[in-house]
């Protein structure tokens, strides 16, 4: 079946501009994750959706940063003014969610994010 | 504060050696324990996860090892093969209290020499 899938693959913007980034997650996934992997580094945490609960924000770095989920399903990550420490591959991840009581996460490929 | 701390950071094996990576954690909390194999340009994929009832579990060539007490746990490869070349990253997560995100090590590169 059709894994979880993010668009754009790449972007280039320019310092100061805003950018969209989008996660489809899994069919029937209610748990959608955001994490940020910067060069070299590990996977850092950054919000989390879980059905039609109030999402998990503590990750987000800066009040720069946010995310929405429509219709339970597609999500966006939104980053304004961007910096270039914001540069990093952004990823998405979903999960079956707490009613199938499964920790499985599973990936999309990624945005690779470049701020100039 | 990184809650997770893997090592090496990289290693380098023959064929058919036995890459062995560690990591340990802090939060006693944790309960579920996975581990990922990242290629190039592409997204982490779930290899194995571990919950704290057992001490070992196998898949295949890859081992984890986990040692509650200490608050350790690790990977092992089997007879590894070049196509296990990639890196790896232990997580760790408390989903028995909701909080199902999860915390990732730095990351190990695998090099395996054919």
């Known amino acids: 079946g059709a894994g979880v899938s993010q668009s754009p693959s790449n972007k280039v913007t320019e310092k100061g501009k805003d950018v969209e980034l989008r996660c489809d997650p899994i069919s029937g996934h209610t748990a959608l994750y955001w994490y940020r992997q910067s060069l070299g580094q590990g996977l850092e945490f950054l919000i989390y959706?879980?059905?039609?609960?109030?999402?998990?924000k503590s990750g987000l770095p800066s009040d720069r940063f946010s995310a929405e989920r429509t219709g339970g399903s597609v999500s966006t990550l939104t980053i304004q003014r961007t910096q270039q420490e914001d540069s990093a591959v952004y990823l998405c991840?979903?999960?079956?969610?707490?009613?199938?009581?499964?920790?499985?996460?599973?990936f999309g490929p990624g945005t690779r994010l470049t701020v100039t | 504060q990184q809650q997770v701390k893997q090592s090496p950071q990289s290693l380098i094996v023959q064929k058919g050696g036995i890459p062995i990576i560690n990591c340990a954690y802090e939060?006693?909390?944790?309960?579920?324990f996975p581990w990922y194999q990242q290629f190039p340009g592409k997204g982490p994929a779930l290899l194995i996860a571990i919950r704290p009832d057992v001490s070992e579990k196998k898949e295949g060539r890859f081992t984890i090892s986990f040692n509650k007490s200490a608050k350790q746990f690790s990977l092992h490869i089997m007879d590894s093969q070049p196509g296990d070349s990639a890196t790896y990253f232990c997580?760790?997560?408390?989903?028995?209290?909701?909080?199902?995100?999860?915390?990732f090590g730095a990351g190990t590169t695998v090099t395996v020499r054919a």
């Open positions: 939060n006693t909390a944790f309960d579920y």
């Open positions: 991840a979903s999960s079956p969610g707490l009613a199938f009581a499964s920790y499985e996460q599973y």
């Open positions: 997580a760790a997560s408390n989903p028995l209290s909701n909080d199902y995100k999860l915390s």
């Open positions: 959706f879980q059905g039609n609960s109030a999402p998990d």
